[in-house]
């Protein structure tokens, strides 16, 4: 029996946790929500809850999915038509098999990342509108937004060292 690769799993967790989040909005949040925030915190864009939770809803679940899907394709290219550096090497009929499968291991990483970032927003605006009249903090939003990119460069940098160099 194989064993499911750790980012499978994470992303699993992280899929729970987010559908979860997305219950406690429906239960906690007003039907007009505060969705979008100026510099200083206050609120500048409204939209129902039900078009909130949909919005949250396809993007923490539907880029994933297609993102997934297709690196999982990539493995039904010819190899002359992807471009990544020691190309002969990487995509060598021995090894051919063991490079699509990291890339779709790396490509759930990637997943992992964005369901985290989306279950954050969520949980931001959630906590933004549990204050009348809602505000956002200024520190959350900027932790979030700089750890979200720092993890997509280090996601990025991984997946370039990884074919830059011959194992």
């Known amino acids: 029996m194989r064993k499911m690769p750790l980012p499978a799993l994470l992303l699993a967790l ?13 239960v906690q ?17 409204w939209m129902s809850l039900r078009q909130h939770l949909l919005i949250l809803g396809i ?18 290219t010819r190899a002359e038509r992807l471009r990544i550096p020691n190309r002969e090497h990487w995509l060598a009929p021995e090894r051919r098999a ?8 790396h490509a759930l990483w990637f997943d992992c990342l964005w369901l985290a970032f989306f279950t954050a927003i969520g949980l ?29 460069i280090l996601w990025g940098v ?7 160099k011959r194992k």
Request: aromatic share 12%; hydrophobic share 55%.
């Open 14 to 26: 992280f899929a729970v946790i987010f559908l979860g989040s997305l219950a406690v909005a429906a």
């Open 29 to 45: 949040m007003p039907e007009r929500v505060a969705t979008h925030f100026n510099a200083a915190g206050n609120p500048n864009g």
């Open 59 to 76: 993007g923490g679940t539907l880029l994933p999915a297609i993102l997934a899907t297709a690196f999982y394709g990539l493995r039904f």
């Open 98 to 105: 063991e490079t699509f499968a990291w890339l779709f291991r």
């Open 124 to 152: 931001l605006i959630l906590q933004a509108n549990t204050v009348h009249p809602p505000r956002l903090a200024p520190g959350p939003s900027l932790a979030l937004g700089a750890g979200f990119t720092a993890g997509v």
């Open 158 to 164: 991984c997946m370039i060292r990884r074919f830059m």
